[in-house]
């Protein structure tokens, strides 16, 4: 047994718990065992509320709160995950994607370049204009002229 460890005990001879010798270990920082294992707590109740499965899987990770009720007692709450708000999309061409923002604003997004299938760089503008205007015009057919009037823009 190392000498550093001071036996609480009546007896020098008496037997000690493995627990106790390394709780000993902890609390005070002794070598390099404290400094891997600081933040370890031996043989705790865990209590446990989840709200995707009944029980913990192994390997499984949870996301949630852990509160240390009492001396070696837990508690893991789960927390919910929210739920992702996306921009819903109004238009899905084959070259533009329109979506509404949050705010109201409309957002034109480039779909993947495949430049397998276009020759060059000014026939994708070309396809890309098109789409653009097309995304446009049944977004104004749709909202019966209210998004902006066709005489504005020049349709």
Not at 7 to 29: A, F
Not at 105 to 121: A, E, G
Request: some cysteine.
């Amino acid at each position: 047994m190392n000498n550093k460890y001071k036996n609480t005990g009546s007896c020098i001879n008496e037997p000690k718990c493995i627990g106790d010798i390394i709780r000993h270990y902890l609390n005070n920082g002794e070598d390099n065992f404290a400094k891997a294992y600081r933040n370890t707590h031996l043989c705790v109740d865990l209590k446990t509320i989840l709200h995707t499965d009944r029980s913990a899987v192994a390997g499984k990770n949870y996301t949630g709160t852990l509160v240390n009720d009492d001396e070696d007692h837990f508690l893991f709450v789960e927390t919910l995950p929210r739920p992702v708000k996306r921009n819903p999309r109004i238009y899905v061409g084959s070259f533009v994607t329109i979506t509404r923002r949050d705010d109201g604003t409309l957002r034109p997004n480039l779909r993947l370049l495949n430049l397998t299938q276009h020759s060059n760089y000014q026939q994708y503008a070309c396809h890309v204009a098109h789409d653009l205007i097309k995304g446009f015009r049944s977004l104004v057919e749709k909202n019966n002229n209210a998004l902006f009037p066709t005489d504005t823009i020049g349709w």
